[in-house]
C-alpha cells in the first residue's frame, strides 16, 4: 500500500534496517529531502510487521526499496514495484526510473525497466540506471543498448519468446548477459518457449553458438527453424518479441540499431502474429540435431 504520516516512519525504520545496519550506508545519507516529496509503499507480514519498504519521487525516480532479509526472495520486492509503477500510472507518470544495484537488476528487468549507461559507485554499492518507458518505443543505437533491451525483453516475458534472426547475431545473442537470461527464463518459468527462426543456419552451425549448447541441454523449451519460403527469404530484417508486450524490431537484421520497447502489447501481437504463419511453413534444423540436439 501507499502510505504517508505514521506509517512513513515506519517504512523508514525497515530502509535503515536494510541500507544503514545490514549494508553500510551513512544515515545522513540514506534520508534526503526528497522523502518528503515523494509517495512512499509499505509492505506488512501477515502479523502486520513491516517488512519492505519503497518510494517514488515526482519526476518518476523509484527508490529506497528495501526488503528485510528474512522476507526476501518472496515476492516482497515485486509487490512493492508493482504498488509504485500503479500509482505512477494513476498520476500520468508515462516514464520511471532507478539506480539498481547489480544484485537487483533482475527484479527490475522483470517489470519491464531497461539498463542504460555504465556501472557506477553509489554509497559505496555498484549501480546502474534503469528506465521503464510505459506505453513507448525507445531507440536502440547501438550494441550495448541492443543488449540491454533484449535482457529485459528476455527477463519479462510470461512464457513466450520468439526471435527471427539471420544467424543468431554475434555480439547479441551470444552476450553473456544475454544467454544468462535467456537461461534463468527457460528454467525458472513454466512451459517456457523460445522459438528461434533462422535465415542462415548453416553459418550457425558452422560457427557455433552457446544457444546451441543450452538447447541441447533444454530441447523443450528451445526449438530452430530455418525460413525456406522464397518470400519469407526476402525479409531483411531482424526482432525478438516477448508475450508481454516487448520487442526489439531492427529494418536491416545486419544492424543492431533499431527500435525497441516494454509495453506496447499492440505492436508485439503484430509481430507475434508475422512470426506464426512463418514457423509454421519453416522446416525444422535437423542439422542442429546431428550436433546433439
Known sequence: MVV???????????????????????????????????????????DGTPIGAGRIAPDGRIG??????????????????????????ERGLRSTWLHAQLP???????????????????????????????????????????????????????????????????????????LAALRRFVTGTRGASVQMLLHDPATVQRRGSPLLALAQRLPSALAFRA???????????????NDAGGFHVRTLGTRMDGDAATDLPGRARQLQQQFAPVWERSRVCSEFRALGI
Open 104 to 178: 537487483a537488476m533482475g527484479l527490475y528487468a522483470r517489470a519491464g525497466f531497461v539498463a542504460e549507461g555504465p556501472q557506477f559507485d553509489e554509497a559505496g554499492i555498484a549501480h546502474r540506471t534503469m528506465r521503464r518507458h510505459a506505453g513507448a518505443a525507445f531507440a536502440v543505437e547501438d550494441a550495448d543498448t541492443a543488449v540491454d533491451a533484449t535482457v529485459t525483453i528476455i527477463a519479462s516475458a510470461r512464457r513466450t519468446i520468439a526471435l527471427r534472426s539471420r544467424d543468431l547475431d554475434p555480439g547479441l545473442y551470444d552476450h553473456p548477459d544475454v
Open 64 to 89: 529506497r526499496m528495501a526488503v528485510l532479509a528474512d522476507w526476501r526472495g518472496r515476492g516482497v520486492g515485486e509487490a512493492m514495484l508493482q504498488t509504485l509503477l500503479d500509482d505512477a500510472r
Open 4 to 46: 504517508d504520516g505514521a506509517a512513513r516512519d515506519a517504512a523508514h525504520a525497515v530502509r535503515t534496517a536494510v541500507f544503514v545496519d545490514e549494508q553500510g550506508v551513512s544515515p545522513d545519507i540514506e534520508r534526503d529531502a526528497l522523502d518528503v516529496l515523494s509517495r512512499h509503499v509499505l509492505a506488512t507480514g501477515p
Open 227 to 241: 525460413v525456406e519460403d522464397p518470400v519469407d527469404r526476402e525479409f531483411a530484417g531482424a526482432f525478438l518479441v
